[in-house]
T-cell receptor, first 113, second 115 residues
Framework: QQQVKQSPQSLIVQKGGIPIINCAYENTAFDYFPWYQQFPGKGPALLIAIRPDVSEKKEGRFTISFNKSAKQFSLHIMDSQPGDSATYFCAAKVTGGGNKLTFGTGTQLKVEL | DTGVSQNPRHKITKRGQNVTFRCDPI?????LYWYRQTLGQGPEFLTY????????KSRLLSDRFSAERPKGSFSTLEIQRTEQGDSAMYLC?????????????FGEGSRLTVL
């Protein structure tokens, strides 16, 4: 089964810090790598996504770094705020599978004042 | 507002009962997806529709599960003879504006608790 492994499981940072969440995939049959943010009681919401031929993508305070040879990618949140406290999921889109996604297990982020 | 409405938001049932969840996309989309999310895990793909046609079903979708999209608009997910292991959040999603980028708009989900 295609898998996406995510770490850490939980993370606590101070306001203004830069939390980093890491993911690794095992199968090359993926062609897009989105990150989702989920608040309690809500469905996941897309944050940012990257193609495997791009090494870095920034949108606002969120940055994805992608290492194709290592099959690893990570999310950095610059100048983190308490409102960023949520669960973050990396995901991988199956090539040719519409928007069929394989998700990581999630990272629960808490940003403290 | 993600444009996807799901009902009921929470369902508590006894083991062995049947339950049905409904998903209503606000705007028309050719594709519609169902995912399941258990506590502390990421969403897992269950099935998806292209208009009325169910194009793919995950191995997670046992014979007790059936999904339909009769008119290519709303969709239903029925679970027969529920088991405690079916307790989860059932999420419906439609594609985002950026085609084939992994962008999905998820509803707020229907949480199932099987006692």
């Amino acid at each position: 089964q295609q898998q996406v492994k995510q770490s850490p499981q939980s993370l606590i940072v101070q306001k203004g810090g830069i939390p980093i969440i890491n993911c690794a995939y095992e199968n090359t049959a993926f062609d897009y790598f989105p990150w989702y943010q989920q608040f309690p009681g809500k469905g996941p919401a897309l944050l940012i996504a990257i193609r495997p031929d791009v090494s870095e993508k920034k949108e606002g305070r969120f940055t994805i770094s992608f290492n194709k040879s290592a099959k690893q990618f990570s999310l950095h949140i610059m100048d983190s705020q308490p409102g960023d406290s949520a669960t973050y999921f990396c995901a991988a889109k199956v090539t040719g599978g519409g928007n069929k996604l394989t998700f990581g297990t999630g990272t629960q982020l808490k940003v403290e004042l | 507002d993600t444009g996807v409405s799901q009902n009921p938001r929470h369902k508590i049932t006894k083991r062995g009962q049947n339950v049905t969840f409904r998903c209503d996309p606000i705007s028309e989309h050719n594709r519609l997806y169902w995912y399941r999310q258990t506590l502390g895990q990421g969403p897992e793909f269950l099935t998806y529709f292209q208009n009325e046609a169910q194009l793919e079903k995950s191995r997670l979708l046992s014979d007790r599960f059936s999904a339909e999209r009769p008119k290519g608009s709303f969709s239903t997910l029925e679970i027969q003879r529920t088991e405690q292991g079916d307790s989860a959040m059932y999420l419906c999603a439609t594609p985002g504006y950026k085609k084939n980028t992994g962008e999905l708009f998820f509803g707020e989900g229907s949480r199932l608790t099987v006692l």
